[in-house]
């Protein structure tokens, strides 16, 4: 229904378009959740509006360019740099006029876009919302978007904004009534507060812990009468949208924490009683008086951490003792509350001017923090704290959790440990191996694959024996996952380590129920880059490798013969830094990202890697990929021999896992079944519906290829297979794209 319109928007002539109808068009695409560009790629209408919009920008008005930015945030599709800097620019232009719900719309659309616009410009924005505070005409969903856009873009307002912006939400919060606070904006208010390093009155918390504590009361009643005779209509039963679920009570405690303000007893145990309490505990894989003590001591002193950094006074994290600093960073990592830049840089120089006092744990735990963040810390703290570590090794004095945090934490942040530090490790690592829990034993291993330290033969020999017997049922599915990559890895290393085959064949069972492969928007512009003219490469999306354990998110046949895998890497593949901030193209990969391509490459395949920035900001599509394939194949002829070798050793370990005699005749059954599996899985999970032109091709194709081999072995396909195939073919009658081939 929308396409035919949509693609006549698009070869339109611009001129005729205004710019209120474009704001509209973008507007209910939105409220449609209607994606052009995932639906309909080929249609190009997403690129031709922002086009449209850009010549149009001077002529827009100013709900026309609050609508276009709530639209855009709604779709999740960030457009081009010029456009958002022309939106922004004329949102600064237009400020004056902006009603209430168009600057919270604005605020709200650039931080869920994740796009900070010039200081100026939201210092702008800030006096419109100011002034709006002081009025006191925001409406309570209004002001939790303002002032949460605002903090989500790291921009701190001024303190008398922030005063305005808490007593503009003392009347809603009194309302017994709508149109009062919900809770998921209280708790985004109240979160913001905390963020920008505001501390409300006694009163302002006084009336928010009430609110909290009534609905708190009120869901209590209801869960407790469930499935009882009680009249629930005299308990007045609350909408979910009124409730407070685990996100919304989370940023409540963690707000209050920094605020340093204490919950009374009954309301602590209130929230104990909730879900979400739990939700927490579970977070933190801690038990519920641990949990307490994080959130009372480390969040406190995070609180108040935070708050003076971004006061200026950063003194506060010179006074702190290492332990502190050790343990602070350690709480927000078990929270999964990254900290800012600045507290970051300030944290830092405190545990670097204190390291002389921190225990082998502090140093582990400082270690284990910056890779849960992924965030490269300075490269004198990394030596610093293993310098420290190395201390206690020499001493005797270090725990097994110790050794396997901090290699864990070198290997995520794709850092080599200094020599020295590296061969004391190993070695201890050999003589307390009795001592090691399973997860610090993966750990371990993982860390040293990525790494590239073989583990001394007494350690390796002490492992080989440990997996004979080992108990693996209460094994998380991390671990098991470690364990399988570190046995590929032994193999091609030529380590000396000794899987179990029925271990082997558990771990890789597990490797393949747990990697759901998912197509994303960015991976899906690559491949239609390079399946369409003039490029025409032979491409498969998501093919799995001989062995069905890995799989690449594109393989190119390329003319020559080579095969190359084109990785399409996101912002969760790179490390973040002080210096990478604005620096995109100094980012690096992480040391599980590493070792995903170098395993591809022990495999025969040569590895092309998509950074997102470089795609997002390349025009001439055509010729970037033209010269990153060209640079990679240059790179293979140069280490051709060595990578022959590679995929010789590989072959024989793919036959080498087949149990029975035939083996060439039992591994393509094998990789048959397990085509057929996962035809047959995504089958189940949809059918035809969400599936754009794109996967539906990479889709039919792949059945097609299953059903020929089949054919050939005398095997038909399921009757839910065919039935599958039977409707991507009837939709192909209808749509020339979708071919197979």
Same mark, same amino acid.
């Given at each position: ?101 168009? $600057?919270?719309?604005?605020? +709200? !659309? #650039?931080?869920? @876009?994740?796009?900070? &616009?010039?200081? *100026?410009? /939201?210092?702008? %924005? =800030? ?15 209004? $002001?939790?978007?303002?002032? +949460? !856009? #605002?903090?989500? @873009?790291?921009?701190? &307002?001024?303190? *008398?904004? /922030?005063?305005? %912006? =808490? ?25 913001? @507060? ?10 302002? %918390? ?536």
């Amino acid at each position: 229904v929308l396409a035919s319109p949509l693609t006549l928007t698009k070869t339109q002539d611009t001129k005729e378009i205004q710019s209120q109808e474009l704001a509209n068009i973008l507007i209910g695409l939105a409220r449609l959740k209607y994606d052009p560009e995932l639906h309909h790629p080929e249609a190009g209408v997403l690129p031709a509006m922002s086009r449209a919009m850009l010549q149009r920008m001077g002529t827009f008005k100013a709900q026309e360019v609050a609508n276009s930015v709530w639209a855009f945030a709604h779709l999740g599709r960030l457009p081009s740099l010029d456009l958002m800097a022309a939106l922004e620019l004329r949102a600064m232009e237009l400020c004056s006029e902006l009603k209430v719900q168009e $600057l919270s719309n604005i605020l +709200w !659309g #650039l931080a869920t @876009l994740g796009r900070t &616009p010039p200081p *100026e410009i /939201l210092a702008v %924005l =800030e006096t419109r919302v100011r002034k709006y505070a002081l009025a006191k005409q925001f409406s309570p969903q209004d $002001l939790a978007n303002s002032t +949460w !856009g #605002l903090a989500k @873009l790291e921009h701190t &307002p001024r303190p *008398e904004t /922030l005063v305005a %912006l =808490e007593e503009a939400a003392l009347p809603p919060l009194t309302r017994p009534q709508s149109p009062g606070f919900k809770p998921m904006e209280l708790s985004m208010f109240v979160w913001s @507060l905390a963020t920008s390093g505001h501390t409300p009155s006694a009163e302002f %918390l006084d009336i928010c812990e009430r609110r909290l504590e009534h609905t708190l009361v009120v869901q209590q009643r209801q869960r407790n009468t469930r499935g009882s005779t009680v009249s629930v209509k005299a308990l007045r039963p609350l909408a979910e949208s009124h409730t407070f679920d685990d996100q919304a009570l989370t940023n409540i405690v963690w707000a209050y924490a920094m605020f340093g303000r204490k919950f009374r007893r009954e309301l602590s145990q209130l929230i104990d009683d909730q879900d979400a309490a739990r939700v927490v505990d579970k977070r933190l894989a801690l038990e519920s008086g641990s949990a307490k003590m994080l959130i009372g001591s480390a969040c406190l002193s995070w609180g108040e951490c935070e708050m003076r950094v971004k006061g200026g006074a950063r003194q506060v994290h010179d006074n702190m003792e290492g332990r502190a600093v050790a343990a602070l960073l350690w709480g927000m990592a078990r929270l999964q509350q990254k900290p800012s830049q600045r507290a970051l840089s300030a944290l830092q120089t405190s545990a670097m001017r204190h390291a002389e006092h921190l225990s082998e744990k502090g140093a582990s735990n400082i270690l284990w923090a910056f890779g849960t963040f992924f965030h490269t810390p300075q490269e004198s703290l990394l030596a610093r704290m293993q310098a420290v570590l190395h201390a206690y090794i020499l001493e005797g004095a270090v725990q097994p959790q110790a050794l396997a945090n901090s290699m864990w934490a070198l290997a995520v942040l794709d850092t080599e440990p200094e020599a020295h530090f590296a061969e004391a490790v190993q070695a201890e690592a050999a003589r307390l191996f009795p001592a090691f829990s399973p997860q610090e034993v993966c750990n371990f291993l993982w860390a040293s694959v990525v790494l590239g330290l073989e583990p001394e033969p007494k350690l390796l020999e002490q492992v080989n024996h440990w997996l004979l017997d080992v108990d693996m049922s209460t094994w998380t599915s991390s671990e098991i996952n470690q364990l399988c990559q570190v046995d590929i890895a032994a193999m091609h290393k030529g380590w000396p380590l000794a899987v179990p085959k029925e271990i082997q064949k558990f771990c890789q069972e597990n490797w393949m129920a747990t990697s759901l492969y998912t197509i994303s928007k960015l991976q899906e512009s690559v491949y239609m880059e390079l399946t369409r003219s003039p490029l025409q490469l032979e491409s498969i999306m998501e093919p799995s490798v001989p062995d069905g354990i890995l799989s690449t998110d594109i393989l190119v046949r390329h003319p020559s013969g080579l095969e190359i895998a084109v990785e399409v890497d996101g912002p969760n593949h790179y490390l973040k830094s002080q210096s990478t901030i604005q620096k995109l193209d100094e980012l690096r990969i992480d040391g599980s990202t590493r070792l995903r391509n170098w395993l591809l490459e022990q495999r025969g395949y040569a590895v092309m890697v998509v950074p997102w920035f470089e795609w997002e900001r390349t025009k001439e599509r055509e010729a970037y990929l033209t010269a990153k394939i060209d640079a990679t194949v240059r790179d293979y002829c140069d280490r051709v021999g060595e990578l022959k070798e590679r995929k010789m050793i590989y072959e024989s370990y793919a036959r080498g896992i087949q149990k029975e005699t035939k083996e060439n005749e039992i591994h393509e059954e094998w990789l048959r079944s397990l085509r057929k599996k996962e035809l047959d899985q995504w089958a189940k999970l949809s059918g035809m519906k969400g599936y754009s032109k794109m996967r539906k091709a990479v889709l039919l194709q792949a059945i097609c290829e299953y059903e020929a081999k089949n054919e050939a072995g005398g095997k038909p396909m399921s009757d839910e297979l065919r039935t599958f195939k039977d409707q991507m073919e009837r939709s192909r009658a209808d749509n020339p794209r979708l071919t197979a081939d």
